[in-house]
């Protein structure tokens, strides 16, 4: 009997790791199994009516994830009022269960990841919640539930600070189990209504980026690269200017310094001659034949 419930702890921890790996590529089906897999482990020695905590691995830090048992008869005589989904009271479950398990879900920053909108940008976390049968927590998770709201439908309660109070088109929008998506205006600020199970958000029609922004931006480059040019070779041609300045100047006064040669007139240029010779010359052999 120990042998066998050591080895179903290990295919439990072996298929919690394939499946957090598969996580990796986003696939909110396969997310929805692996908070499954770790409620039941926080519903090991639950107590009806009490909400508890689950604790996710370290790279899901960003979900909040809790899990309640509950009685049907309760669920229809007076609710459910967790986290921030509200199931009023006369509900029904389909099928009828004895007992459900209600599982929440908060995706947080992941949100995104996992839920893509084409055309909308969610200005909420996604939040969700799953029913099963939780009348024997050993096959939990084999048959998913419904519910079936005789007076008011069930709502969805999201954060103030995610939906904007001043915008015309914020949607209520439901992710369906099957990849469905349906949108409905917001007859109430920050809540959505549901008939069911499911996960749900908030979106708003994204922003189409303006194509002429980019020549905007290119023609404020283009000007300035060329105001760039012409100070660099106005600042050049300064510098040449200041240098030829200078050595002309040099050599003025380097002229002013030295002795002054008279010039005669060889056809029709002038050119410069002495009227002696400063060193007398001297031969090296006196001899003269």
Known sequence: MVMGSRIFWVMFCLSALVFVEGLNEYDSESLDVFVLQQAWKALARPYTGRLYRVHL??????????????????????GVNFSYIYIPPGTLTVPHVKRLAIVYENLGNLSSDYYKLPGFSLVSPV??????????????????????????????????????????DIKCVTFGDDGSVQFSNMTTPNVCFAKGQGHFAVAV??????????????????????????????????????VKTKKLEEMERKSENSEALNSILIGRSKVPTATMIRTQPVLENAYVP
């Open 57 to 78: 691995p370290a790279n899901f830090s960003a979900m909040e994830v809790s899990v309640i048992r509950l009685r049907s008869r309760s669920l229809w005589a007076k």
């Open 205 to 242: 029609p994204a922003q189409p980026m303006r194509k002429h922004r980019w020549w905007k931006w290119w023609a404020v480059g283009f000007g300035s690269g060329f105001a760039g040019l012409v100070m660099v070779a106005v600042a050049v041609l300064a510098i040449v200017k200041v």
């Open 127 to 168: 939040l969700g919640f799953m029913a099963y049968d939780g009348t024997n927590l050993s096959f939990l998770g084999n048959l998913k539930i419904n519910f079936s709201t005789l007076n008011e439908p069930i709502s969805v309660h999201f954060p103030g600070n995610f939906v904007p109070k001043q915008e015309n």
